[in-house]
């Protein structure tokens, strides 16, 4: 027969020169993979094979008839065999054993010549007890005696140690010892109790000890700081002052120094951590105790930070601490000395390391239910936006109360978002469509001068060149570019802030500080956004759930809006000169307060710096209800009141009609219409002024009569320049009942020829003394019931 011929065909030469020789080389290996597997396989069978026959062998088979004959004949001999032994010689244990081996059929059956354990597959399944079982204990063995080397004899043999045996005591006995010599000592000498007096004197005597001590340490650190920045961490470590007697007190005292202290020593720039090449490289001396001295500072500081807030967190959290020597009590006063000393240390170190943090613990902290650690805070941010030129410090301070205000979704108090109103911006970056003309100078390269200037040119340039930049590091302050910028970051953030409480919380208590706080920026705001925020200033009035107050900063808001870039656009608010005319009567006539201030700022803005924008019509109302509205409040708000007509009536000169009787024009005075356009005003007079003339307050009367004779500059009828020269706002701030204080007036009685005369305090001019001479008869004063309203008030 013919062998076939396999079908694989013998790769020709093209393809042995393609494939690679890695190719190869891994399809060799794999073939001895797989015969070496192969192998391996063939001999574990082979294994198991043998040790089946093996087991076959040992264990002899014997027909079932023949085992039963067998198991019975071996039985009957132990009959036998237990008859014959005396069993009084075995315990009760072996005879059990005896009889359990006995009835197991392996016992039997297994033969005794092969020496291979039956059951050898059943130890793997042993429990985990009987492997602890086979374990060999360990004797307790007697502990080492510690022995005492003696000196060494010197013999004929040789130098011999000796030793010598320690004796061991008890530590039972030892502890009983104690406990009796203890008991001894109480018995003997039991501690005398003190009296008051003497507490009070032991306490005194340690609170002086210890405020000699902070003195001495404070003053060593103040002669020579960089000598002495160890004693910083003595003076910090007394802030765990342990003495019950004084430690709230220590420890206020030591919060305050060492915040003096830093205050102090602490230099005029930032601290940054050194390299590791710095590190290594050799300095002079001079620069090391430098570094030391600053490493060690910035290090103290840090503590002492982290231990201020320690201190807050435990008065916050009520965490009382195990030693128990300072009471929940007296933790508020430590807390209110610690965030003083953050608050001092935010205002004077803004330059200075880990200023971040202490922000981001003040911050939180304006928000506190506790009203002097909330009033400390704001105060600090307020005094830290005065102070800041370049605005580094208010940027960072407003990132955090911006985020802050949105965590707690716009549940804060106002005074969060009044401290704003502090902040030291007036001009930002506008966005240029064109490359910014007065670009910052840049100096020329060296290939530049080389291409542009002669060897004597590029000589000159460069002193001229150096000289500028001594120049700008003698003046040492910082680019008006630089600031700007900080100023438009922080002003986003600002703006970010109030637009998000007037899109989500309207009827949030914090609309008034939002409302201001757009007032006083609106110059700054981009004019894109100028028709809907008139928008929605609009629809929060007309929604009615606003307050009086609210609705007059929205008012306010919307004209200043309108005062700066919003001239450059046509747009007419009447509806907001309607609603201030149309609210002016809602004003108390009762109580002093805040909304007469405001008004008055919202005429000034309205009318005075938009006349070019206000008709006649207008004007002539506005003065109109002014003056009847001047009737019904009080001296202070009447002035504030009047003091605006006298403006208004200089800036619309044609407003003298309104003095006159005679009407112009058709129609009649509507005043119940709240359209300030179509009330007719023209055809009224302001007889108002007739009876404020007979007013009780000397400066109301004053200024009605300068009215009624046209407001004149010079004459008899004109103003002392204490009033003429100051606003509305100023004069009603300096009359306010709040900023008065009353000094009741001293009524002294001389005898006289008709009886008593009383004479009134020199403060009070001499009309005031004509009008109580004349209401007094000899016994009494009978004094007009606005008069006393008056004097009760408010005495000029």
């Not at 039985?75 to 197991?104: F, I, S, V, Y």
């Not at 001295?293 to 500081?301: I, M, P």
């Not at 301070?397 to 030291?424: C, D, H, T």
């Not at 009447?574 to 009567?585: A, E, G, I, P, V």
């Amino acid at each position: 027969m013919k062998a076939r011929k396999s079908k694989k065909r013998a790769p020709s030469f093209r393809k042995l020169l393609k494939t690679s020789k890695v190719k190869l080389d891994n399809k060799l290996k794999n073939k001895q993979y797989k015969q070496q597997s192969t192998a391996k396989k063939y001999r574990k069978e082979q294994k198991k094979l043998r040790e089946a026959v093996k087991d076959v062998v040992s264990k002899k088979p014997f027909p079932l008839e023949d085992k039963k004959q067998i198991f019975r004949a071996q039985r009957t001999e132990e009959e036998e065999e237990e008859e014959a032994l005396p069993l009084d010689m075995m315990d009760e244990d072996d005879l059990q054993l005896l009889k359990d081996l006995g009835q197991m059929p392996s016992f039997l059956t297994r033969d005794l010549s092969s020496s291979e354990p039956v059951h050898v597959k059943k130890r793997k399944q042993e429990s985990i007890i009987d492997k602890y079982e086979k374990v060999p204990r360990r004797l307790k063995t007697e502990p080492e005696k510690e022995v005492i080397h003696l000196l060494p004899i010197k013999d004929k043999c040789g130098i011999i140690p000796q030793t010598r045996e320690k004796p061991v005591v008890s530590t039972n006995e030892e502890e009983e010892q104690e406990e009796m010599e203890f008991e001894e000592v109480v018995t003997e000498d039991p501690m005398p109790k003190l009296t008051t007096e003497e507490y009070i004197i032991q306490r005194q005597r340690k609170l002086q000890e210890k405020k000699i001590h902070i003195a001495a340490l404070a003053s060593a650190i103040l002669s020579d700081p960089e000598s002495n920045i160890k004693k910083l961490k003595e003076l910090r470590a007394m802030l765990m002052e342990q003495d019950p007697d004084v430690a709230v007190i220590v420890r206020k005292l030591v919060m305050v120094s060492l915040m003096e202290l830093f205050k102090d020593i602490t230099p005029s720039y930032k601290i940054r951590p050194l390299t590791e090449t710095e590190k290594a490289s050799k300095v002079r001396k001079e620069t090391q105790k430098l570094r030391e001295f600053e490493e060690g500072l910035v290090s103290q500081y840090k503590f002492y930070l982290e231990n201020l807030e320690q201190i807050i967190k435990d008065w916050k959290q009520r965490k009382l601490k195990k030693s128990n020597v300072v009471s929940l009590k007296a933790y508020k006063g430590l807390a209110q000395v610690a965030v003083k000393s953050l608050c001092e240390l935010l205002v004077a170190l803004p330059h200075f390391n880990f200023h971040n943090n202490i922000i981001v613990l003040i911050v939180p902290l304006m928000n506190d239910k506790s009203k002097l650690i909330s009033e400390m805070c704001c105060e600090a941010v307020q005094k830290l936006f005065k102070q800041d030129k370049l605005g580094h410090a208010s940027l960072g301070v407003i990132k955090v109360i911006s985020g802050f205000v949105k965590s707690q979704n716009y549940v804060v108090r106002p005074e969060l978002l009044k401290s704003f109103l502090y902040l030291r911006i007036k001009e930002i970056e506008v966005k240029k469509d064109t490359e910014d003309i007065n670009a910052p100078k840049k100096f020329m390269s060296y290939k530049e001068k080389r291409k542009s200037l002669s060897r004597m040119q590029r000589k000159w340039k460069k002193a001229e060149e150096k000289l500028e930049r001594e120049l700008r590091e003698a003046e040492a302050s910082e680019s008006t570019e630089k600031k700007l910028k900080l100023h438009t970051e922080t002003l986003n953030m600002v703006f970010v802030t109030y637009f998000r409480i007037l899109k989500k919380a309207q009827r949030s208590p914090l609309l008034p500080a939002v409302l201001e706080g757009l007032a006083k920026f609106a110059h700054l705001i981009n004019v894109e956004f100028f028709d809907d925020l008139l928008v929605v200033l609009h629809t929060l009035i007309e929604s009615g759930e606003l307050s009086y107050r609210e609705c007059l900063h929205c008012v306010h808001t919307a004209f200043h809006i309108l005062s700066g870039q919003g001239d450059v656009l046509n747009i007419d608010p009447m509806k907001f000169y309607t609603h201030l005319y149309k609210t002016l009567f809602k004003l108390h006539a009762g109580a002093t307060n805040e909304d007469v201030e405001i008004v008055l700022q919202c005429l000034d803005v309205m009318l005075t710096k938009r006349r070019k924008q206000v008709s006649q019509q207008r004007a002539l109302a506005f003065i109109k209800r002014l003056c009847t509205l001047a009737l019904h409040v009080l001296p202070d708000s009447s002035i504030g009141i009047l003091a605006t007509n006298r403006v208004l009536m200089h800036t619309f000169p044609k407003t003298d009609l309104l003095l006159d009787n005679e009407s112009q024009g058709s129609g009649i005075f509507l005043p119940e219409l709240d359209e300030p356009e179509y009330c007719n005003a023209q055809n009224t007079a302001l007889w108002e002024l007739h009876a404020l003339r007979r007013h009780y307050h000397p400066v109301v009367q004053r200024f009605a009569s300068h009215l009624i004779a046209g407001a004149p500059s010079e004459g008899s009828e004109a103003l002392r320049p204490d009033l003429s020269r100051r606003s509305a706002t100023e004069l009603f701030e300096t009359y306010s009942m709040k900023t008065m204080t009353f000094n009741p007036p001293v009524l002294s009685a001389n005898p006289s020829k008709k009886g008593k005369i009383f004479h009134v305090d020199s403060y009070l001019n001499e009309d005031l003394s004509q009008l109580i001479r004349t209401h007094c008869n000899e016994t009494t004063i009978q004094l007009p019931l606005d008069f006393t309203r008056y004097l009760k008030t408010s005495v000029r």
